[in-house]
């Protein structure tokens, strides 16, 4: 902001110097500091116009930035084989969302990931990673992840991804009991979510969005390189059919 107004500062100065046929270097600081506040008092829109381009190019700065993270962190987003993926590995189109259980934008936006997996199984590849964010190591989005991870090892990711995703309110017991209901061992599960392995790659998966500028929140889809940041279904399709017919 001081940089900023500064800016605008020199700016009104350098015209009023001319106006006046006199160098700023002709001027003391107290009368240069009264011309810019008087001549800013009656041209307050230059700064709010100066503020919308500095968030203008703000944005523009960030969505390059996360667009080069995405690009130089590709082998960990696209291709950390602890994932649970779906579609080949070549498809025309790799689809990654980075979510939590208790985020309820995730939630809505499951009927989309289901429709799409439906629709493209061969030109689409979906990447699931998870980014418990709503709740600390001891909460229920931590264990929710774990819980997932581990009944892939028992073949059962999907059915425990989407089951999960349909729940409202998760309570550890209401993990163990959904993963019960979809065929999962519980005892087994439970095992498997105490591995350190699975701890690591939650943390790794935590460690990696932080590297991505605009990744601020979940969910967070990445489309063939580009991104969506919030459940905006329109977009994510508009990217989704673009990758299609490029």
Same mark, same amino acid.
Request: aromatic letters at 6%; charged letters at 30%.
């Given at each position: 902001m001081k940089h900023l107004l500064r800016t605008v500062a020199a700016t009104s100065i350098l015209a009023l110097a001319a106006c006046a046929q006199a160098g700023p270097n002709d001027m003391s600081k107290a009368q240069? @500091? @009264?011309i810019v506040r008087d001549y800013l008092l009656e041209n307050p829109e230059i700064i709010r116009e100066a503020l919308i381009?500095?968030?203008?190019?703000?944005?523009?700065? @960030?969505?390059?930035?996360? #667009?080069?993270?995405i690009a130089d962190l590709s082998d960990?987003?696209?291709?950390? %084989?602890?994932?649970?993926?779906?579609? %080949? #590995? $070549?498809?025309?189109v790799q689809l990654v969302e980075f979510f939590d259980y208790n985020c309820g934008f995730c939630k809505r936006s499951t009927d989309w990931m289901e429709e799409t997996m439906a629709k493209y199984p061969d030109d689409v590849r979906v990447v699931f990673k998870e980014l418990p964010v709503l709740t600390g190591p001891d909460g229920t989005s931590f264990i929710a992840a774990r819980a997932a991870l581990a009944s892939a090892r028992q073949g059962k990711y999907r059915k425990m991804h989407f089951a999960?995703?349909?729940? #409202? *309110?998760? !309570?550890?017991?209401?993990?163990?009991q959904i993963a019960e209901n979809n065929g999962i061992d519980v005892d087994q599960l439970e095992r498997d979510m105490d591995d350190p392995a699975i701890e690591r790659q939650i943390r790794d998966?935590?460690?990696? *969005? $932080?590297?991505?500028?605009?990744? *601020?929140?979940?969910?967070?889809?990445?489309?063939?390189? $580009?991104?969506? *940041?919030?459940?905006?279904?329109?977009?994510? !399709?508009?990217?989704? @059919?673009a990758a299609l017919e490029g």
């Open positions: 240069i @500091e @009264e381009a500095l968030e203008v190019k703000q944005a523009e700065a @960030e969505l390059q930035n996360t #667009r080069d993270a960990q987003i696209l291709r950390d %084989p602890r994932d649970y993926a779906v579609g %080949p #590995r $070549d498809a025309k999960l995703m349909g729940e #409202r *309110s998760l !309570t550890k017991a209401r993990i163990l998966n935590l460690d990696l *969005s $932080d590297k991505i500028p605009a990744l *601020s929140g979940t969910p967070f889809f990445v489309v063939n390189g $580009d991104f969506v *940041s919030g459940a905006n279904m329109p977009k994510l !399709t508009e990217y989704l @059919e």
